[in-house]
């Protein structure tokens, strides 16, 4: 009795333990973490490669410990932290994880004293912030942010942001429209990142509404979700102690090592484990990612992808019953059993095989009638297809033809078939489908350039033409004639120094431009790219000056009605093979008819080389033309950004620093030293007395552009005519005005200039273009 009792206890004993044993083993396949280590801090889950402690993350000896997670649980809430100070709210095997990280903000008084400022900066070199999960913003009424950022491996910072103005509360709206609130897209492959904030103003004229400026990055999904990173209204009223706590989610991709699949693979160090993938990471990072196959879950650095039990779940399968299903790696198959026809399947169920002859026949009977249904609905079908595919062609065809009227195309053609074809260049209308092929359908490696305005792609044409395509962000309804006038306008622009327009697209929501493509670069390039320098002479700078001056005096007074182009940089002159200068980016270009000298716009342009009495005022004339055009003259003569936030506050601003500098005689400390010279110098003090004319704070005060062109030719003669004696110059110099009209006095004293603007009473937005991108 006591014998066949413990057989019977034992042979229980047994079945308990093949089931526990039976329950551990999925579980083992399933865990995150490597054995014995921790796989949640708090309430986030941490997977490997990452890990808590010292050997629970990828151990690799180059850059294994950026893999390291801290989790200090004498914190609460216990939170795990990337470093000692990045906060993690989620770390996923898909290559992404999320993390929390302060905002910057910076507040004064009502006497514009700074009472309070606060940078965020956040340094992982290893990893970069995403570019399409995240976005750069600012919220104020006195506000500009600046987003920097280093690429891996890389020294050169690169610079987004906006800015924002706005003089009333009520002016505000909830939406990060742009008036109170910005945003800007961010660059690519950044790793370290730095969010500055400034005031124009130091909040003196709106600090009773609004006594702080924010900037900072935010993931588009948190924004998507709640309309605003933050609720508008309540931030322009909140003072420090408030802003100093707030935190936005940022989202930061992350690979394996720096090799990429091929080298992993061929070195036998790929963490990819079995019935996974490996993808390369893209280009601006390094490494690798692991993904499960289709069919497959769990995590693929860790241990092989565990089979998806498609049977175990209904949802997961389309067979007629449970026991109909039979699961095989990677995937499931519905069979029928035995005695039983169709393929078991909710759409195509079992049914019972009579061996009756006469049920048989029915089947036949029956299956053929099936056949025959089955044909007339296909038939059917494609008939429907046919009539559904003709139908939407007509919508696409209809939807283009609206765009094209609403975009104001019966109207340019219009105006094109009463010109003079011989006058300018001939308008072009290409369609959608031509800029489309173009483009390769406007995929991200034809992007060559992203700005305030929109974008640009680089585009081959049938003929084999390379061209730039433009693509505007937005498009005003109310401003669609004045859009008509301006093509006009720039198709009658017959200058070998302006970028030329050769057509445009209307059949799309918003305007396509098509210029010529130029492929040496921009001005800014070659001034601030060490590698480009080497054939950069001071003769080369001068031509470049006196042919940007020549088309701005032709824009201003030859053609039948003036342009002024309203954001003359560096960035905006392209150069050609042989360094030819091109203007371009006529985006935010204004028509000028000949009876109004001034013009009462929202101010737009580019930080730095903004005319200060135009952003005072709003009025926008052709004197903002040479302001834009001194700031250029002074970085063709020093090669210094217009604007450098890495440098002390009073030396920002180039062309505060250069007044001061020509003010107080000391010129040359700031000169480019591989063009200051003793056979330049003289041409060198001339240029900077034009610069500091058309750096005047009253646009009265400066010349006009017909005049500093004249100037500069008159400055590039003193080399190019060498034997000339001082008389010989005098009496060229006098042909010269008798030819072209009264010369300008260029030798009046220094005056009291300042660079101190008050802003207008009506509100508006001035967005800040990268200055790395041209077009």
């Not at 588009?220 to 508008?232: A, H, L, R």
């Not at 109207?411 to 489309?436: C, H, P, W, Y």
Request: with cysteine; hydrophobic share 35%; aromatic share 8%.
């Amino acid at each position: 009795m006591l014998k066949g009792d413990f057989g019977w206890r034992q042979h229980t004993l047994l079945i308990i333990f093949a089931t526990i044993v039976l329950a551990i083993l999925p579980l083992t396949n399933s865990q995150i973490a490597l054995p014995g280590c921790p796989e949640k801090c708090g309430n986030v889950t941490i997977p490997y490669p990452f890990g808590i402690g010292d050997k629970c993350h990828y151990d690799h000896p180059k850059d294994g410990f950026y893999y390291s997670i801290t989790c200090n649980t004498s914190n609460t809430p216990v939170v795990p932290t990337y470093g000692d100070y990045v906060e993690i709210e989620k770390i996923s095997v898909d290559g992404e994880f999320r993390v929390r990280n302060y905002i910057s903000s910076i507040c004064y008084d009502k006497k514009g004293v700074e009472t309070y400022s606060s940078t965020s900066w956040i340094r992982i070199t290893r990893f970069s912030l995403s570019t399409t999960r995240n976005i750069a913003g600012a919220i104020g009424c006195d506000t500009f942010s600046l987003f920097s950022g280093t690429r891996m491996e890389s020294t050169n910072m690169f610079q987004t942001g906006c800015v924002t103005v706005c003089r009333n509360q009520t002016d505000v709206s909830n939406e990060c429209s742009g008036i109170g609130c910005c945003l800007a897209s961010i660059p690519n492959g950044i790793t370290n990142i730095t969010l500055g904030v400034a005031s124009i103003y130091k909040h003196r004229d709106v600090q009773n509404f609004n006594p702080c400026s924010i900037a900072f990055v935010v993931a588009k999904d948190y924004v998507e979700e709640k309309g605003t990173p933050f609720s508008i209204d309540s931030i322009l009223a909140q003072d420090a102690v408030y802003l100093g706590t707030l935190r936005t989610p940022m989202v930061y991709n992350w690979s394996i090592g720096t090799k990429d699949c091929k080298s992993a693979l061929a070195a036998k160090n790929c963490l990819c484990k079995g019935n996974s993938t490996c993808f390369d990471a893209p280009a601006d990072q390094w490494g690798y990612h692991c993904k499960c196959n289709l069919g497959f879950e769990g995590n693929p650095y860790l241990h092989d992808c565990q089979d998806i039990d498609e049977c175990a779940n209904n949802s997961s399968n389309s067979c007629e019953k449970r026991e109909y299903c039979v699961n095989v790696p990677g995937s499931y198959n519905c069979t029928c059993p035995e005695g039983y026809y169709g393929k078991g399947t909710k759409e195509n169920p079992c049914t019972v095989i009579d061996s009756n002859s006469a049920s048989r026949k029915k089947l036949l009977l029956a299956i053929r009638i099936i056949i025959g249904v089955a044909g007339g609905i296909i038939f059917s079908l494609l008939v429907i297809f046919w009539f559904h595919w003709q139908h939407g062609n007509k919508k696409i065809q209809k939807l283009r033809e609206k765009c094209f009227h609403q975009n104001g195309g019966h109207i340019l053609q219009q105006k094109l078939s009463g010109r003079d074809v011989s006058i300018g260049n001939a308008v072009n209308m290409f369609t959608d489908e031509e800029l489309k092929k173009a483009t390769d359908n406007y995929s991200e490696d034809s992007i060559i350039g992203r700005g305030g305005f929109g974008m640009v792609f680089k585009g081959i044409l049938p003929n084999k033409q390379v061209v730039a395509i433009k693509k505007s962000l937005k498009v005003d309804s109310t401003q669609v004639e004045q859009f008509i006038n301006e093509v006009v306008a720039l198709s009658q622009i017959n200058n070998k120094n302006v970028v030329k327009l050769l057509g445009c697209c209307l059949e799309t929501e918003v305007p396509l431009l098509v210029y010529e493509f130029i492929s040496n670069g921009t001005l800014h390039d070659h001034l601030h790219d060490e590698g480009k320098m080497y054939s950069f002479t001071w003769d080369v700078r001068l031509r470049i000056a006196a042919e940007v001056a020549e088309v701005l005096a032709y824009l201003h007074t030859t053609i039948s009605t003036p342009i002024i182009h309203r954001d003359i940089k560096s960035a905006n002159i392209l150069l050609d093979d042989k360094c030819v200068a091109k203007v371009a980016d006529f985006g935010a270009s204004k028509l000028a008819p000949a009876d109004q000298e001034q013009l009462g716009t929202m101010v737009q342009g580019t930080c730095g080389y903004l005319d200060p009495e135009y952003m005072q005022t709003g009025e926008l004339t052709a004197k903002s033309d040479v302001y834009s055009f001194g700031v250029v003259l002074v970085e063709l003569l020093t090669r210094e950004k217009a604007i450098s936030y890495a440098k002390p506050e009073n030396e920002r601003s180039l062309a505060v620093c250069f007044l001061r500098k020509f003010k107080e005689d000391r010129l040359s400390e700031i000169f480019d030293e591989k063009i200051a010279s003793d056979d330049a110098i003289e041409q060198l003090k001339e240029v900077a007395n034009l610069a500091r004319r058309c750096l005047k704070l009253k646009g009265e005060d400066r010349p006009t552009m017909k005049e500093v062109a004249r100037e500069l030719e008159r400055i590039r003669c003193m080399t190019t005519h060498p034997w000339l004696s001082n008389d010989k110059s005098v009496q060229l110099q006098e042909e010269s005005e008798y030819l072209l009209g009264e010369a300008h006095d260029f030798n009046n004293g220094y005056g009291n200039d300042n660079m101190n603007y008050s802003s207008s009473s009506q509100s508006r937005v001035v967005q800040l273009v990268p200055l790395d991108d041209g077009r």
